[in-house]
């Protein structure tokens, strides 16, 4: 399965924007770029995907490099509520079970007030 | 939006004993549905993948007559933890992919404790 690289933990300040990195230099052609974030507790949310483009939906943008091999999930104004572990994880193209999800370890994200 | 439940949200069970946690999709058919474990500080780990009307296909290492699976219908799969023992207990997570869209969408969780 092609990997995913992100940091550990990253820290951020409420209502500032929020850049998590995402590396995945062995991307293929036809592989989905998603983002999930997962709060204590409960199962994971999803929270943006995208193919070549950038994307923006109402909780995020998503930049994604021009080769692929790396993206960005922005969160514009980081609240407490968005406290949680973000998991970019690639979706494989490949056929029957193209919806499987194979999660990394994630980013631990803490949000100070 | 979409929503999947699971039942029960939190279980205590003996040693030796069987568990069934429920999986449904409440607004959308899922022709396929899949099951993940997560222990405690660690990610998720995918179990199995559930499909209406045929038998579920297993990840590498996951015991398959442990881990009962049975997708009855195209809203509704089941996992039985068949004679539980304490290191079965775990944060159990289904979800379904609705696929128009190309999103998944998680269950809430269950938390199994085996004694």
């Known amino acids: 399965d092609a990997k995913t690289t992100q940091p550990n933990s990253m820290e951020s300040n409420e209502e500032e924007p929020v850049h998590l990195p995402c590396n995945h230099s062995?991307?293929?052609?036809?592989?989905?770029i998603h983002w999930y974030r997962q709060l204590p507790s409960q199962g994971p949310e999803y929270v943006i995907h995208?193919?070549?483009s950038n994307v923006n939906n109402r909780m995020a943008s998503l930049a994604i490099a021009e080769d692929r091999k790396s993206s960005t999930l922005i969160l514009h104004r980081a609240t407490l509520r968005d406290a949680a572990v973000y998991y970019c994880i690639l979706q494989i193209n490949s056929g029957g079970s193209n919806y499987k999800l194979t999660f990394g370890k994630g980013t631990l994200l803490t949000v100070n007030p | 939006g979409a929503v999947v439940s699971q039942h029960p949200s939190r279980v205590i069970c003996k040693s030796g004993t069987s568990v069934k946690i429920e999986c449904r999709s409440l607004d959308f058919q899922a022709t396929t549905m899949f099951w993940y474990r997560q222990f405690p500080k660690q990610s998720l780990m995918l179990m199995a993948t559930?499909?209406?009307?045929?038998?579920?296909?297993?990840e590498q290492g996951v015991e398959k007559d442990k881990f009962l699976i049975n997708h009855a219908s195209l809203t509704l799969s089941t996992l039985t933890v068949t004679s539980a023992h304490p290191e079965d207990s775990s944060f159990y997570i289904c979800?379904?992919?609705?696929?128009?869209?190309?999103?998944?969408?998680f269950g809430p969780g269950t938390r199994l404790t085996v004694l």
């Open positions: 995208g193919l070549t």
């Open positions: 979800s379904a992919p609705r696929r128009v869209y190309n999103e998944q969408f």
């Open positions: 062995t991307i293929s052609g036809t592989d989905y």
């Open positions: 559930s499909n209406e009307g045929s038998k579920a296909t297993y």
